[in-house]
């Protein structure tokens, strides 16, 4: 009876294809926008510090390719404002060097 030990034999991979097959790998369409939103998320705090109203952050990030529901805006705000603080990376006002944070729902 033969077993089925392949730790002997050795693997015939294409390794450069599988390493350019795992290079084109694209990240989920919520973890895009959730990547995208990370990058805008300093002037968004900032807009919003100025009072920019929230409708018009949200229509502009339509307009350029990054839609958002209320809910979800909000969502992401919280999730990046923790991931922040938690990592010491506070948005800091221009001016004055105060905190800036969004702590109210739209």
């Known amino acids: 009876m033969s077993t089925h030990n392949d730790t002997t034999e050795p693997l015939e991979i294409d390794t450069e294809h599988v390493i350019a097959a795992i290079k084109a790998l ?56 923790k991931r922040r603080e938690d990592c010491n990376d506070v948005v800091k006002c221009q001016h004055c060097g105060s905190p800036l944070t969004h702590s109210q729902e739209v």
């Open 26 to 81: 694209q990240p989920g369409k919520m973890t895009k926008k959730t990547l995208l939103f990370q990058q805008y998320y300093p002037v968004i705090v900032e807009a919003l510090a100025r009072k920019v109203l929230m409708k018009a952050i949200l229509e502009l990030l339509k307009d350029k390719g990054l839609p958002l529901s209320v809910g979800g805006f909000n969502s992401l705000m919280k999730a990046e404002q």
